[in-house]
């Protein structure tokens, strides 16, 4: 990656900013807390597209104070001390201060994106294709993506944190195949052709027979899933809509082999976090420890209405956006299966390699997960292929499902998330599981 | 962007057109209100964006830039890749009204809060027993101008609000939404009374009645949603389309469905889109076949033709060509209530309880919704949670009637219908 330790924000005085917090005199009566952002994107569009290289550079302030149940956010695209006394001055609800107007002065973002890696990953697609002896139209989509973010509180100044990542989009005439990635070379040139190619061989398959089935869910799979039935399913304020959260602490939702744990700080290196995006300190956090409910997802507010929770989980998509408990990098403690033992777990199931989409609604404990394709499990080997395939069922029943965990994890991008319309990366590493009983349809 | 729309734009496309390139500039500035209420508590927020883009290049490198705040007159641009640019010519846009309200400020954190208020009041005189479990006030306005070296100069003034309302009782929830152009213009109870018999309906468990289907139009509406992107796109018209191409039966006799980026009163009104070309009036089925698609300038036969149909998310995106007011016409002689003791037996369909589903392959829709078992003209009970079920092909070719009413829902972009009374459509559970 390109820089990955240098500051997006270069000369920021943050011991002014937070005296400039301080003579707004409202942490009295809450949590003030501002944000600095930058973001930055380079995408190199499919060949054919109108208008090529595209860049993106902005940058912006927020101010957000918390009192009790109640909180206040302001934003703005521009990091003056003017843009500063503005949305202290709306968070806070007076008029002109008496204070003068903040003086920061921030200097220009040094991190220029990573251009040849971004131009070259076509070209190395291209061949890492044709060395599987496959050619098929394809669209792809290249993007390196920056967020630099810097939170200052009255009381304290966590370190400048950053996000940097690259995110692959194909458009294939078969559906759409994605991939997040924190590095862009032969292996992630390998790795998406070997995944393009499948689907390839799979796009005329039959459909899958509806009915109920075990299946045995590949690293990329159960990561998916396990991001919309237990991250998601525990995020305090999704538990939130049913009652208390802090009642689910303790309660049994799968086998005692079931250890999930949400950790931002064990990221693949340059998405790991120190602190979230309200500055504090994340948490290695076990959701499911020996299959009961540990520690829910939780952010300051939720924290503080329930205080057996703890913060250090609120995130947002950007400066406009609304801090929330949200999920980051999920992992499923290894088992002892060998993935030849998994599929003799669910022998007659089908093999799901990869998860395309998933939801869940937080009332209901319904889950959807889509899959491009599957393979039967036949003799204990992945056989022949299906087509699109929907997975359905209670989280209970997915969790209560599972009868056999792999040796092996596997990190990697989980795929972006879009809790209250506000797109996130998230990130995984999980080994395979087999789980019974869950219900297969058409997709 | 006070006054003159864009003389810096303009001086920038200036500076980049020389040796021959095409250039467009964009700038837009917007602020937005939103208070949101939900078990987790509340939250106010303000936000002001400001940013621009540039598309520079000729037809065979071309590069896109954007960034927040000013526009930059000395930007160092990135370096062009092998991708066409083409810009569209300047064309007079047709006289359009500016919508009333357009300039009003924006609700302040308190009427914004009373209108949660009095929403919940209303909704427990309505729903005794019913609770908000969540809300969101949303509103926003925007201004954008667009020069480009095709002679572009144009400026787009938006305003939007969205209310969105969760509401539950006995173990039974509705989402509803209302878009509107300002706070003033939703009406709680009549909101309140809506989400009541959703209510009402999903928790009845009559069984449907043989007979036609009456379609609500936030019902209606979806379904029109779920159709468009059949019918957007050069491809769409082909014989190989989704649709079975131009010519195509998509209808009875009645449907005419239209895009319509000026229509008068919607919600994202304007007199040109996001590329500067004059919004107007396309008709995509016309007497019940499919006309035309929704078609860019840049696919059109005749660009010169082609009405405006590309929307900007926002300054960090790139026009993309989608509908803007999608809508079946009604039937201006042809009163709702008319069309309720006309259908006799059957079933009266509220809203959809959730996404419209639809098989590509195959054509098959189906969607969760809401309603009432009729007979003899009157709602006998409510149907509890059904699947409706058909196929977007055919479904209107089923059309009896329609109402004079006509109601848009939000989605990616506005989508539109009249009360519709629709045979051949199945309630299976």
């Given at each position: ?443 | 962007?006070?006054g003159v729309v864009g003389e810096r734009a303009a001086e920038l496309v200036a500076r980049l057109a020389r040796g021959g ?409």
């Amino acid at each position: 990656m390109a820089s990955p330790i240098a500051t997006g924000f270069p000369g920021l005085d943050t011991a002014a900013v937070a005296r400039a917090l301080a003579l707004t005199g409202a942490e009295a009566a809450g949590e003030i807390e501002v944000t600095f952002e930058r973001r930055q994107e380079l995408e190199l569009p499919p060949e054919g597209a109108s208008v090529g290289a595209r860049s993106r550079r902005e940058e912006g302030i927020s101010a957000r104070l918390v009192e009790g149940e109640r909180s206040w956010l302001a934003s703005r695209d521009g990091l003056s001390g003017r843009d500063l006394g503005e949305v202290l001055r709306q968070v806070v609800r007076v008029g002109p201060p008496a204070a003068p107007e903040p003086r920061i002065e921030i200097g220009a973002s040094p991190i220029e994106p990573p251009r040849s890696a971004v131009e070259a990953f076509p070209g190395r697609l291209e061949r890492a294709l044709r060395r599987r002896f496959a050619a098929f139209p394809l669209r792809l989509t290249v993007r390196w993506q920056r967020r630099d973010l810097q939170v200052v509180g009255a009381r304290m100044v966590p370190p400048a944190e950053r996000e940097e990542l690259f995110s692959l989009d194909v458009e294939l005439p078969w559906g759409r195949c994605g991939a997040l990635a924190t590095e862009l070379g032969e292996n992630e040139a390998e790795a998406l052709a070997a995944r393009l190619v499948a689907r390839f061989r799979a796009r005329e398959a039959p459909p899958p027979a509806a009915g109920e089935s075990a299946v045995v869910l590949a690293p990329a799979a159960a990561a998916v899933a396990l991001h919309e039935a237990v991250a998601h399913a525990l995020e305090a304020d999704l538990l939130a809509r049913g009652g208390r959260p802090d009642a689910s602490l303790g309660v049994e939702l799968g086998p005692a082999s079931l250890d999930v744990l949400d950790d931002p700080s064990g990221a693949p290196d340059g998405v790991d976090r120190a602190t979230d995006d309200e500055g504090m300190p994340v948490q290695r956090r076990w959701l499911l420890r020996g299959g009961k409910v540990d520690q829910p997802i939780a952010d300051r507010s939720s924290a503080r209405r329930w205080p057996a929770l703890l913060p250090g989980s609120g995130f947002r998509s950007g400066r406009h956006g609304r801090i929330r408990p949200r999920t980051v990098h999920l992992e499923l403690l290894p088992g002892k299966e060998s993935t030849e033992a998994l599929l003799g777990l669910a022998e007659g199931g089908w093999w799901v390699p990869e998860i395309g989409s998933g939801a869940l609604d937080a009332d209901s404990g319904r889950f959807v997960l889509e899959a491009p394709f599957a393979q039967r499990i036949s003799g204990g080997a992945a056989a022949e292929c299906c087509g699109r395939m929907r997975l359905s069922g209670r989280v209970a029943e997915l969790l209560a499902g599972v009868v056999g965990i792999g040796a092996e994890a596997a990190a990697g991008g989980a795929g972006w998330c879009a809790k209250g319309g506000e797109r996130r990366a998230v990130w995984a590493r999980v080994p395979a599981i087999a789980v019974a009983g869950l219900e297969v349809e058409p997709g | 962007m006070n006054g003159v729309v864009g003389e810096r734009a303009a001086e920038l496309v200036a500076r980049l057109a020389r040796g021959g390139r095409e250039a467009e500039v964009y700038e837009k500035r917007g602020r937005s209100r939103r208070i949101e209420r939900g078990p987790d508590g509340e939250v106010a927020s303000t936000s002001i964006e400001a940013g621009w883009a540039v598309r520079c290049g000729d037809l065979r490198r071309s590069f896109f830039a954007s960034g927040s705040d000013e526009l930059p007159m000395d930007g160092s641009w990135p370096a062009p890749t092998a991708h066409p640019l083409w810009l569209p010519e300047r064309r007079t846009a047709t006289p359009w009204t500016v919508p009333p309200g357009l300039d009003a400020p924006l609700a302040s954190e308190a009427e914004a809060r009373s209108l949660l208020d009095a929403l919940e009041r209303e909704l427990g005189r309505e729903a005794p027993g019913a609770r908000l479990v969540a809300a969101r006030f949303e509103e926003g306005s925007s201004a954008a101008a667009i020069a480009s070296s095709r002679g572009v100069a144009a400026r787009v003034d938006s305003r939007v609000a969205t209310l969105r309302l969760e509401a539950e009782r006995g173990g039974v929830r509705v989402t509803a939404e209302a878009p509107v152009r300002e706070a003033r213009e939703v009406r709680p109870a009549a909101l309140a009374g809506r989400i009541a018999d959703r209510l009402h309906a999903l928790e009845g468990s009559e069984p449907p009645r043989p007979g036609p289907t009456l379609l609500a139009a936030p019902l209606a509406a979806r379904l029109v949603e779920a159709l468009a992107p059949w019918l957007v796109g050069r491809e769409a018209g082909s014989a190989a389309g989704a649709v079975g191409g131009i010519g195509a039966r998509l209808g009875a006799e009645a449907v005419e469905l239209v895009d319509d980026g000026a229509l008068a009163g919607g919600l994202l009104s304007a007199p040109v889109d996001g590329e500067g070309v004059p919004c107007g009036p396309v008709r995509l089925i016309e007497a019940g076949r499919f006309a035309r698609p929704l078609l860019a300038w840049w696919e059109a036969e005749r660009a010169e033709e082609a009405h405006g149909c590309c929307r900007r998310a926002s300054y960090r995106d790139l026009p993309r060509r989608a509908p803007t007011h999608l809508y079946l016409e009604p039937d201006p002689e042809s009163p709702v209530a008319d069309l309720l003791t006309g259908s006799g037996s059957g079933s009266y369909l509220l809203d959809a309880e959730g996404g419209v589903r639809v098989d590509p392959t195959s054509g098959r829709f189906t969607v969760a919704v809401s309603g009432f078992a009729m007979a003899g003209g009157r709602a006998v009970g409510g149907l509890g949670r059904r699947r409706l079920v058909g196929d977007l092909r055919g479904w209107l070719v089923g059309l009896r009637a329609r109402g004079r009413d006509l109601g848009f829902v939000a989605g990616d972009g506005m989508f539109g219908s009249p009360t519709l009374l629709v045979e051949g459509l199945e309630l299976p559970g």
